[in-house]
């Protein structure tokens, strides 16, 4: 997992690519805090099926989760770790595409809470040197200290694959301009809420889509102190920011707009909500490239400056 300073890309030729941020929010600066956000990336292939992965956590941070810098890099690592594997029994097994949707829905939450919740155990273990037989269950206060949001993407041939516990923003930019949300708005959190990876019953608090990959767009996955910064991710402001940074990478390239991100978000943070920010940014191809055009017809040829003589 990166360091928060850091940036990082990945990248599958036939799939597209993708960078990730994340940066000490303001407000922890002045409190000496760290930044409890957390991203990781990952492409790859089983059985020549190309994926790209993707996963984004945010902290809870108060006092009741003191370990939630550990419980979002915990996170990260564990959806990425529950997408390969549930990527390569869907390669390997050759598995039929609604079948392989219908079990990402059906066990990818069940599958990832319970993976961090064996690192968190692993990782209680570790730091209060007490050991405890594998399997062991510990009490909810224990996973609590760790608590965290988590998004989680996957990119494979035709479909993209999303999940989400807790707040925080994945949404697709398509080609033509639209901005859609894939997941359902949870109608029971107001304001300030959110629900945690660290719950009982967290694996049932998962909200998951699957997508067309179609003609490709732009997947972004945030933690909220991003969209929070713009009033909101429904807001206009917030439209306009994701827009903008579209057009910025087409206009000055990936490595300049990722080189330039941190700085972007420290002012963000800065002027704004103050919250850490980490920003995933997955640049989608279409799912079949477009044939070449045939050349126009010699009538439709630009006139050349010797023609024009």
């Not at 067309?212 to 439209?239: H, M």
């Amino acid at each position: 997992m990166p360091l928060p300073e850091e940036f990082s890309c990945t990248c599958d030729t036939g799939l597209g690519w993708a960078f990730g941020c994340s940066r000490t929010g303001a407000a922890h600066i002045r409190a000496g805090r760290p930044c409890e956000d957390a991203y990781a990336l990952w492409s790859g292939s089983s059985g020549a099926v190309p994926c790209i992965a993707c996963a984004v956590a945010d902290g809870h941070g108060d006092p009741r989760h003191d370990r939630s810098r550990t419980g979002s890099a915990l996170a990260v690592d564990a959806a990425i770790s529950e997408m390969v594997a549930f990527h390569r029994s869907y390669a390997d097994g050759n598995i039929p595409r609604q079948q392989f949707r219908a079990g990402f829905k059906a066990d990818f939450p069940r599958r990832v809470t319970r993976r961090w919740r064996d690192l968190v155990a692993r990782d209680v273990e570790r730091s209060d040197a007490t050991p405890s037989p594998e399997g062991t269950v510990l009490p909810d206060a224990a996973y609590s200290r760790y608590g965290t949001t988590l998004i989680a993407a996957l990119v494979v041939y035709d479909t993209l694959l999303v999940g989400q516990v807790g707040d925080g923003d994945l949404l697709l930019l398509r080609p033509d301009g639209t901005i859609t949300f894939p997941l359902p708005r949870d109608p029971v959190l107001a304001g300030n809420e959110t629900h945690s990876l660290s719950a009982p019953d967290a694996h049932l608090l998962w909200r998951t889509a699957t997508i067309d990959r179609g003609e490709g767009g732009v997947l972004l996955a945030a933690t909220d102190g991003i969209s929070d910064s713009f009033a909101g991710s429904e807001s206009e402001e917030f439209s306009l920011f994701v827009h903008s940074l579209v057009d910025r990478v087409r206009t000055y390239g990936t490595d300049s707009v990722a080189a330039a991100m941190g700085g972007w978000l420290d002012r963000y943070s800065a002027i704004a909500s103050g919250d850490d920010m980490t920003l995933v940014y997955a640049s989608i191809n279409p799912e079949r490239p477009e044939t070449p055009a045939a050349d126009p017809p010699e009538q439709d040829r630009p006139v050349s400056r010797e023609e024009d003589w």
